[in-house]
């Protein structure tokens, strides 16, 4: 039985396709061109292969938005990303071919460098989308992130139960596990998916370390707020992992789609300056 397909095999490789044509006609266009002052970006072929990559970049800026009109008609949203990735891959030979390679310290070239972080970045997006999402799901285990949320909150206060008859020193510890201990914070902190100050990793270090004798109910009521802390700690870095991948993910985007906007705009200038003083 075939599995289901990714975007990137949609419809056969449907715009795999499109764009290897596509760069297969630009490459006979420009190599077998024969016009009055050789190859440049202000010959026909060199306006025709411009126009044909300024399209395509403002078309795939429209992906944001089609992503988002869920009462949209037409291809599919897996379509839609399949022709973002790969008519997207051909800007990085169309843009030569229409400068004929013609490249200096200008904002010409600056658009079109800005151009490639944005295709080279997009490729870093298509391996995170297609590894992070599944490393998400086996991290949680059929377990949403709101859940194991309550699941901290319900651990914490059974261990306020759990120390209640014991000594301060272990409401003390459980203080600790419950104010000190953090989900998230700066994007550094996400991604790094471990706190070294863990209120909670003190506490069970605390707890397990304890030279305090106890006897009777008082021992069995210890051993279940270790059992509680431990529990709560493994939670708590099942959590941060999964924070871990979607700060991932938002520091693609926040490299990605900025990008994408000032590429946007220098291709703007890029025109209004050929032309102005054409």
């Given at each position: 039985?075939?599995g289901?397909?990714t975007f990137?095999?949609?419809?056969?490789?449907?715009?795999l396709k499109?764009?290897?044509g596509?760069?297969?006609?630009?490459?006979?266009?420009?190599?077998?061109?024969?016009?009055?002052?050789?190859?440049?970006?202000?010959?026909?072929?060199?306006?025709?292969?411009g126009?044909?990559?300024?399209?395509?970049?403002?078309?795939?800026?429209w992906?944001g938005?089609?992503?988002?009109?869920?009462?949209?008609?037409?291809?599919?949203?897996r379509?839609w990303?399949s022709a973002?990735?790969?008519?997207g891959?051909t800007?990085?030979?169309?843009?030569?071919?229409?400068?004929?390679?013609?490249?200096?310290?200008n904002i010409?070239?600056?658009?079109y460098?800005?151009?490639?972080?944005?295709?080279?970045?997009?490729?870093?997006?298509?391996?995170?989308y297609?590894?992070?999402?599944?490393?998400?799901?086996?991290?949680?285990?059929?377990?949403?992130?709101?859940a194991?949320?309550?699941r901290i909150a319900?651990?914490d206060?059974?261990?306020q139960l759990?120390a209640?008859?014991?000594?301060?020193?272990y409401?003390?510890?459980v203080?600790?596990?419950i104010?000190?201990?953090?989900?998230?914070?700066t994007?550094?902190?996400?991604l790094?998916?471990?706190d070294?100050?863990?209120?909670?990793?003190?506490?069970?270090k605390?707890?397990?370390?304890s030279?305090?004798?106890?006897?009777?109910?008082?021992?069995?009521q210890e051993?279940?707020?270790v059992e509680?802390?431990?529990?709560?700690?493994?939670?708590?870095?099942?959590?941060?992992?999964?924070?871990?991948?979607?700060?991932m993910?938002?520091l693609w985007?926040?490299?990605h789609?900025?990008?994408?906007?000032?590429?946007?705009?220098?291709?703007?200038?890029?025109?209004?300056?050929?032309?102005?003083?054409?």
């Amino acid at each position: 039985m075939i599995g289901p397909r990714t975007f990137l095999e949609y419809r056969n490789y449907r715009y795999l396709k499109i764009a290897l044509g596509l760069l297969g006609l630009s490459l006979i266009a420009f190599f077998f061109s024969d016009e009055p002052g050789g190859r440049s970006g202000s010959t026909w072929v060199g306006y025709g292969l411009g126009a044909i990559s300024a399209g395509i970049i403002y078309w795939l800026m429209w992906l944001g938005i089609r992503k988002r009109d869920y009462a949209s008609t037409g291809a599919p949203l897996r379509g839609w990303v399949s022709a973002h990735v790969y008519l997207g891959s051909t800007l990085l030979l169309l843009v030569p071919l229409h400068s004929a390679f013609e490249f200096g310290w200008n904002i010409h070239s600056l658009a079109y460098w800005m151009m490639c972080l944005v295709v080279f970045s997009g490729m870093l997006g298509v391996g995170l989308y297609a590894l992070v999402p599944t490393s998400m799901t086996r991290n949680r285990n059929n377990i949403t992130l709101d859940a194991m949320l309550e699941r901290i909150a319900e651990i914490d206060m059974e261990c306020q139960l759990a120390a209640g008859g014991l000594p301060d020193y272990y409401a003390l510890a459980v203080v600790t596990s419950i104010e000190e201990t953090h989900i998230g914070g700066t994007l550094r902190d996400q991604l790094s998916g471990w706190d070294d100050a863990c209120g909670t990793s003190r506490a069970l270090k605390k707890l397990r370390t304890s030279d305090i004798e106890l006897t009777g109910d008082a021992k069995t009521q210890e051993r279940k707020l270790v059992e509680l802390i431990a529990r709560k700690e493994l939670l708590l870095k099942q959590i941060r992992r999964d924070v871990r991948s979607k700060g991932m993910l938002d520091l693609w985007l926040i490299v990605h789609v900025p990008a994408a906007f000032a590429t946007c705009a220098g291709v703007g200038i890029h025109v209004f300056v050929v032309f102005w003083y054409h």
